[in-house]
């Protein structure tokens, strides 16, 4: 049973972090699956849809071709376009368990959802540049006034076609969009998860090893100092190389690796929780508890409802 606990990071340790999550968010955003499903959100929508790191400091829906005109306007102006990455901030600051809506100086809404690996952030799923309600005269006066006091020059006549042929979507129609998105980033979160585990480009043949150990001997009881032993370095020098390589501690990388041994354990219908978390080599239910939520984002009896519940709930009622 291993007894370490994943402590927090230094600031070495948080550079490594950052540069690990920025990789990840890359693989994702390159990935046939996030491809496929952009285009098709797009065309469906009619929205444009980006993937944004946390903390970037680009143009919020930068990259798609469906840009808002007024807001590809705006961010070629410092000063609006300040104000636009202020509130991507504002929006990171609330966006932590679901999609979040926030509107920006000239009344047109955007909207995130994050996309987590266990409790962490790395990503955004971000659309919008709509507005929830129907432009008016007053409202581009109001505009008007506020770029003034800025000092941006801009041709009022093409800024203002662009203001009012900005596309308006009713709120529910716009919240059952953020639905869809909600939807994906959970998809894209369990891929992060397994791309954490899997994920070796570029590493060294030791790490390599290790990891093939690792999930090899996941159910037994295993210690960093066996693991260590069977790719031929001390436990202190395999430690430092075993975080720089993948971001996480050696006993991190293990409750990661059980975790998604433990979910696809669950694929059986007829395995119980406590019997997939005995499997996967967690020695203690109230340890596996606690790290599947921290990782997984949830309880593992609501994975295991979210896998089967629907169709068990289905398979009581054919009975009845």
């Given at each position: 049973m291993i007894m370490q606990t994943d402590t927090s990071l230094t600031s070495s340790g948080g550079?490594?972090?950052?540069?690990?999550?920025?990789?990840?968010?890359?693989?994702?955003?390159?990935?046939?699956?996030?491809?496929?499903?952009?285009?098709?959100?797009?065309?469906?929508?009619?929205?444009?849809?980006t993937l944004r790191e946390v903390g970037s400091f680009q143009s919020p829906l930068q990259g798609s071709k469906l840009i808002n005109a007024f807001c590809a306007q705006m961010a070629s102006q410092s000063k609006s376009c300040s104000a636009c990455l202020q509130l991507q901030q504002r929006i990171e600051s609330e966006c932590s368990d679901g999609a979040t809506t926030a509107e920006c100086f000239a009344g047109l809404s955007d909207s995130a959802v994050p996309i987590k690996v266990g409790e962490r952030t790395v990503a955004y799923l971000q659309t919008g540049q709509v507005f929830l309600h129907r432009p008016s005269e007053a409202g581009f006066r109001r505009l008007g006034l506020k770029l003034a006091a800025w000092n941006l020059k801009t041709d009022q006549k093409t800024l203002k076609a662009a203001y009012f042929n900005t596309r308006v979507i009713g709120r529910a129609q716009y919240d059952s969009v953020l639905g869809l998105l909600s939807i994906f980033a959970q998809h894209l979160s369990g891929m992060g998860n397994q791309i954490v585990v899997t994920e070796s480009t570029a590493e060294a043949p030791e790490i390599g090893r290790a990891r093939s150990f690792i999930a090899e001997h996941q159910g037994e009881e295993i210690s960093l100092t066996q693991v260590a032993r069977a790719v031929n370095m001390s436990s202190f020098y395999f430690c430092k190389v075993f975080k720089r390589a993948t971001g996480l501690t050696f006993t991190g990388y293990l409750a990661r690796v059980r975790v998604e041994g433990v979910k696809h354990i669950l694929l059986n219908p007829h395995k119980r929780v406590s019997e997939a978390a005995f499997e996967a080599g967690f020695q203690s239910l109230s340890q596996f508890n606690r790290v599947f939520r921290r990782i997984a984002g949830e309880a593992p009896s609501n994975y295991r409802e979210r896998l089967h519940g629907s169709s068990e709930a289905l398979q009581a009622e054919c009975a009845a």
């Open positions: 550079d490594s972090t950052a540069r690990s999550d920025k990789a990840l968010v890359e693989h994702i955003r390159t990935s046939q699956l996030y491809i496929d499903y952009q285009k098709a959100f797009e065309a469906a929508t009619g929205l444009p849809l």
